[in-house]
């Protein structure tokens, strides 16, 4: 039987992911039901010894160990933590992580001691006078614990059982923080790492400093959002998580120090790598990276021949042993599946693409532009599908990206590793070498912006005819490349020129289908972003939400639309959850003009808005008055804030007209405000209405309602806030006068065509 140990790692991984589909306690099941089957493939095997039933053999017996490992797993991990879901009880804490800013306060990772001894690990969120919390720190206090059934319609820790976390605590009242002189080891990697990371910040300018430090660590905290979506539509998102990449780059550095020596090069290399793992918080892509680098490098010092695949396999088992959760995130799957396509497919590819021919590149770049092309292809076979799943997203200039910069990338790494490791013994010579990592990064950032900005770089697949082509183009290839051992360069045309037939198509179809007025209402979150579309012109209406990704959400809804610039973005109130995703559209898309509410008291948000609205040059107005503002065919009309208080009685009203149909949105305006607002203009009667402050009952008064006669109300709001929006008195209001109600909650994005 070939392989063996690819054949068990493998199955132990499709053991977890199988059991993550089953009800909670029901692996245990599984397990009995795999080893019954393996005793009779057993009985079968012992009567013919063929290798399709000794293969069939192996598999069952890892399936059995996996199911029975993730059943024992959730028994000794998960299920202590079940009873006291719901419960308001007096906790102990030991903070393992640095703090991460919410749009409420901070959250951190903290083993977390409960009654009755029960330890458990807890991501806790706390207020945002703590955000100086250092790993190692100790914190008493009263704690709300949610600790849901996994799979359960209200999980809310399914994102952060790949860390291990098994509980929610958000702390109340007052926090007793202490600083133990003795802290964990994990504690004293975690401070490390913070400090590797400041460094760099007294090397390079902060957003080159921000990207080196998630080129080296991991940590994208300091990564522009801009950029990241940046860097995501170039299909370029993967030099900022550690990975093999990056794992890569550190053991060849080494082994090139080594000269080359196979044992000094083994004994030095692996110390260092899971040093290095060990400091970034042991990402799974970096520690499946780092057991396939230590699997070659074991290979060459026994003289063996290496198996990528074996190795492979290893460190998936490895992982999923550790915890069987981790099979469900999203970096493991990615990582996995791109190294999986470049083990199978790279090296074959890389020869067909530098095969000799007429050429007008020089011959080392020839071989450099091919085995990088070959390269990139062969990480998308497994990974594509992923990324359409998971990011609605697939990037068409992936592969001219990877050409153009993955070499900066490498020559980053290394210069910035030591830049940064200079620091620590002499400045001067730190900032020496620093300078042409700067103008390095500073050419990245160009080539990647550049590429960004063409429209369609990246097909959102939001949009159904995208979907489509990727569907067409993604099932061609396996179809026509797969079923053929040989391949010349004549047997790319026809797949090629029927993947652009069906990316006009796509394309066409998209332009063709535009509407008269289209207004989405997307889904947000505990906030508010409506765009505004006519064949001519594009506008927001908000973009704040329950999350930092709003903006990200907006442009990708936009993008997939062929709409890549804003002609007008309203802010009815720079509250967060109306306008906290500005800044970063802003960064994402071009934007013509923004519309503020004249009045607001100066807050970090809005001058945010205003600072980097005065750095793109972008004409922001203060509404004071009455605006009436055309949107092509469409018409705009701006109340300004009807009273002097806090910053909902300050929000501005958008009423959209467009050949009889009418919408009206009035931010988080309250009661008394709307009645001001009809004491001032008479509103016409309405089609749509969105409701104000998300359903709240201090909202979408009687009187707004019945001079306004809506025949729709849409209701933004998030599936989990602690408002208790949208409030039953306006729901009753609407339903008591036949208002049909849609909410993004539960309806996801609304769309509302006219014409």
């Not at 009873?83 to 919410?102: F, I, K, N, W």
């Not at 970096?286 to 396999?313: C, H, K, N």
């Not at 910069?405 to 200079?422: D, H, K």
């Not at 750095?615 to 009309?637: C, F, H, M, Q, Y």
């Amino acid at each position: 039987m070939k392989r063996p140990l690819a054949w068990g790692g493998f199955s132990l991984a499709a053991a977890m992911a199988a059991a993550g589909a089953l009800p909670f306690g029901a692996a245990v099941w599984a397990g009995v039901l795999c080893a019954a089957a393996a005793a009779g493939g057993l009985f079968v095997f012992l009567r013919q010894k063929t290798q399709a039933v000794r293969a069939a053999l192996f598999v069952l017996v890892f399936l059995t160990v996996g199911f029975f490992w993730r059943a024992g797993y959730d028994a000794l991990r998960v299920a202590p933590a079940l009873p006291y879901d719901g419960q308001t009880l007096p906790v102990s804490a030991t903070v393992t992580t640095y703090p991460e800013r919410t749009a409420y306060g901070v959250a951190v990772r903290a083993d977390v001691v409960l009654p009755q001894g029960v330890t458990a690990r807890a991501i806790l969120y706390l207020d945002e006078t703590l955000a100086s919390l250092r790993p190692g720190d100790v914190m008493a206090c009263t704690a709300v614990l949610q600790a849901p059934l996994p799979g359960s319609p209200d999980d809310a820790l399914s994102t952060y059982r790949r860390y291990g976390v098994t509980l929610r605590a958000v702390a109340r009242g007052a926090v007793t923080v202490s600083s133990p002189e003795h802290i964990s080891l994990g504690a004293r990697f975690a401070i490390l790492s913070h400090g590797f990371k400041e460094g760099f910040g007294e090397l390079f300018a902060p957003e080159q400093a921000g990207f080196l430090a998630a080129l080296l660590t991991g940590d994208t905290a300091g990564v522009p959002p801009g950029f990241a979506a940046a860097l995501s539509d170039t299909g370029l998102a993967h030099v900022v998580s550690v990975s093999g990449l990056h794992v890569s780059f550190l053991a060849g550095i080494v082994f090139t120090l080594c000269r080359k020596r196979r044992k000094l090069a083994f004994f030095v290399s692996v110390p260092i790598l899971f040093l290095f793992i060990a400091m970034i918080g042991f990402p799974p892509s970096a520690v499946r990276a780092g057991v396939m680098q230590t699997a070659l490098l074991l290979a060459l010092l026994l003289g063996q021949e290496y198996d990528g695949l074996s190795a492979l396999s290893l460190a998936l088992g490895l992982l999923v042993l550790l915890n069987p959760y981790a099979i469900g995130d999203i970096g493991l799957q990615l990582s996995f599946a791109s190294t999986l396509g470049i083990l199978l497919f790279a090296r074959s590819w890389q020869k067909k693409l530098t095969r000799p021919s007429k050429r007008y590149l020089p011959s080392r770049l020839f071989r450099f532009v091919g085995a990088t092309l070959g390269t990139s292809l062969a990480a998308l076979v497994f990974s594509l599908p992923l990324l359409a799943v998971y990011f609605q997203s697939i990037s068409l200039v992936s592969p001219i990206a990877n050409v153009l910069s993955l070499w900066l990338v490498s020559f980053s790494f290394l210069g910035g590793l030591i830049a940064r490791l200079l620091l620590l013994l002499w400045a001067p010579l730190a900032l020496v070498v620093a300078f042409p990592v700067s103008l390095a990064l500073e050419l990245f950032a160009g080539i990647i912006r550049t590429l960004a900005g063409i429209p369609f770089a990246a097909l959102k697949l939001q949009n159904e005819y995208f979907s489509a082509f990727f569907l067409l183009a993604y099932s061609l290839f396996l179809l026509y490349f797969f079923r053929r051992k040989t391949l010349q360069r004549r047997d790319f045309i026809f797949p090629t020129a029927l993947t652009a037939a069906g990316l006009a198509l796509a394309l066409l179809f998209t332009f063709a289908r535009v509407a008269p007025l289209e207004i989405i209402a997307l889904d947000v979150g505990q906030g508010q972003c409506l765009l505004v579309l006519t064949p001519e012109k594009t506008a927001v209406i908000d973009c704040g939400g329950g999350s930092s990704s709003v903006a990200r959400t907006a442009a990708d809804a936009l993008k997939s639309l062929g709409r890549f610039k804003i002609d007008l973005l309203i802010l009815t109130h720079t509250h967060e959850d109306h306008a906290g995703g500005a800044p970063v559209l802003l960064d994402i898309l071009p934007v013509s003009q923004i519309l503020l509410p004249e009045g607001e008291e100066p807050n970090a948000l809005r001058n945010s808005i205003l600072l980097d609205a005065a750095e793109r040059n972008i004409p922001v107005t203060a509404v004071d008055t009455e605006l009436s503002l055309p949107l092509g065919e469409t018409s705009l009309t701006v109340y300004p804030p009807q009273g002097l208080g806090d910053q909902n009685e300050l929000c501005l009203s958008v009423l959209c007209q467009k050949d009889g149909f009418e919408l009206l949105a009035t931010g988080d305006l309250p009661a008394a405000m709307e009645r001001a607002l009809l004491r001032q203009t008479t509103l016409p009667d309405i089609e749509v209405l969105i409701v104000g402050h998300h359903g709240s009952r201090t909202s979408t008064s009687a009187e707004l309602l019945d001079a306004s006669l809506p025949e729709v109300g849409v209701i933004s709001v998030g599936a989990r806030n602690t408002y208790g929006h949208p409030g039953g008195e306006t729901l009753a209001r609407l339903a008591e006068r036949d208002i049909d109600i849609f909410r993004t909650d539960l309806d996801g994005n609304i769309h509302i065509r006219v014409g």
